[in-house]
T-cell receptor, first 114, second 114 residues
């Protein structure tokens, strides 16, 4: 089955710096890659997603890139702010099973220092 | 309305109790999910309902019993739980069970088994 690896597990940056989180997946058939942000005690919230027919997607300070050949995708946050501090999860879905099942990475705790 | 609503927010139950978690969405989504999340870990899929039918049971112990009374509601019945079942239980929904549709999460029920 699909396996998603996420790095780093923790990331500390100064306010205004950029942050990059990387994920690799194992199943070349996976075709949807969402990123979720989870603040302490709150629900995971989708911040950006990318489908396998696209190489890059951007939404204001957040961008995601996908390399299908290498089977990895990355989250890029520019001009980080303290409110970006949270746990970020990448995920992949495996279409042949047609279940909508999300396979999550282990998460990255991002700390943005003011 | 883009909300998935879960009740209760917090639940403390004894090992001999029977309780139920409830989840509701009014987005017309036809796939609904139960996830379990331990502290500092990613959500783990428990069950998937597609068009009100159980399509995935991730080998969950029978002390957890899901129910989907209609397309808007999802319940999780709990009986004879163990302390290690204490966790955040998240409900999610998506348009359908295709593998490339956004999943919306509820705020979760924080369950403590004593």
């Amino acid at each position: 089955g699909e396996n998603v690896e996420q790095h780093p597990s923790t990331l500390s940056v100064q306010e205004g710096d950029s942050a990059v989180i990387k994920c690799t997946y194992s199943d070349s058939a996976s075709n949807y890659f969402p990123w979720y942000k989870q603040e302490l005690g709150k629900r995971p919230q989708l911040i950006i997603d990318i489908r396998s027919n696209v190489g890059e997607k951007k939404d204001q300070r957040i961008a995601v890139t996908l390399n299908k050949t290498a089977k990895h995708f990355s989250l890029h946050i520019t001009e980080t702010q303290p409110e970006d501090s949270a746990v970020y999860f990448c995920a992949a879905t495996n279409p042949p099973s047609n279940t909508g099942k999300l396979i999550f990475g282990q998460g990255t705790t991002l700390q943005v220092k003011p | 309305d883009t909300e998935v609503t879960q009740t209760p927010k917090h639940l403390v139950m004894g090992m001999t109790n029977k309780k139920s978690l409830k989840c509701e969405q009014h987005m017309g989504h036809r796939a609904m999910y139960w996830y379990k999340q331990k502290a500092k870990k990613p959500p783990e899929l428990m069950f998937v309902y597609s068009y009100e039918k159980l399509s995935i049971n991730e080998s969950v112990p029978s002390r957890f019993s899901p129910e989907c009374p209609n397309s808007s509601l999802l319940n999780l019945h709990l009986h004879a739980l163990q302390p290690e079942d204490s966790a955040l239980y998240l409900c999610a929904s998506s348009q359908d069970n295709r593998a490339n549709t956004e999943a919306f999460f509820g705020q979760g029920t924080r369950l403590t088994v004593v």
